[in-house]
T-cell receptor, first 112, second 111 residues
């Protein structure tokens, strides 16, 4: 029951910006938006998270729509090491436990 | 390096056997969650422990059980293994409104 929708795959050229979209139309007012990425045979790696305002860190930027029903992860200059599956996740607290509901993510391919 | 270590990294078990997977964290977070990731799928939430008590459970049968210890390390136990239990098992430390730290996972193959 993933609460986010992402494209299955995207491609980008190396050193160009990448915009990874995510729809989360059922988001509640207290849900944080988390982004993780996963390389083959590794655990997910934190990228960024936010609640309402746009966020920046050394890895990426997160642009959150004003109505919070969608967000975009921005990699400013893609490198070959950024090739991974990117998951957009809402924290789920419906059962009183804060857990991540993962979808199938977006597989990003970076072309040299 | 996330500071979350899982062991073993790989193992093979026979259907019907029991398995114990381990997770240790250097972060000191008192919350640990376990996820199952089948091939080509996103991770699925199994359960979460907070201060040594189960704090929530996903849609997994009772033969999946766990423990959390005072040093915040954790175990995942699976009884009566089935072929469909073959997956990557991930533990994660922390992660409420902050970053969660995932281990590299244990690849379980049931034959």
């Amino acid at each position: 029951d993933a609460k986010t929708t992402q494209p299955n795959s995207m491609e980008s050229n190396e050193e160009e910006p990448v915009h990874l979209p995510c729809n989360h139309s059922t988001i509640s007012g207290t849900d944080y938006i988390h982004w993780y990425r996963q390389l083959p045979s590794q655990g997910p790696e934190y990228v960024i998270h936010g609640l309402t305002s746009n966020v920046n860190n050394r890895m990426a930027s997160l642009a959150i729509a004003e109505d919070r029903k969608s967000s975009t992860l921005i990699l400013h200059r893609a490198t070959l090491r950024d090739a991974a599956v990117y998951y957009c996740i809402l924290g789920d607290t419906t059962s009183g436990t804060y857990k991540y509901i993962f979808g199938t993510g977006t597989r990003l391919k970076v072309l040299a | 390096e996330t500071g979350v270590t899982q062991s073993p990294t790989h193992l093979i078990k026979t259907r019907g056997q029991q398995v114990t997977l381990r997770c240790s964290s250097q972060s000191g977070h008192n919350t640990v969650s376990w996820y199952q990731q089948a091939l080509g799928q996103g991770p699925q939430f199994i359960f979460q422990y907070y201060r040594e008590e189960e704090n929530g459970r996903g849609n997994f049968p009772p033969r999946f059980s766990g423990l959390q210890f005072p040093n915040y390390s954790s175990e995942l136990n699976v009884n009566a293994l089935e072929l469909d239990d073959s997956a990557l098992y991930l533990c994660a430390s922390g992660g409420r409104n902050t970053e969660a730290f995932f281990g590299q996972g244990t690849r379980l193959t049931v034959v």
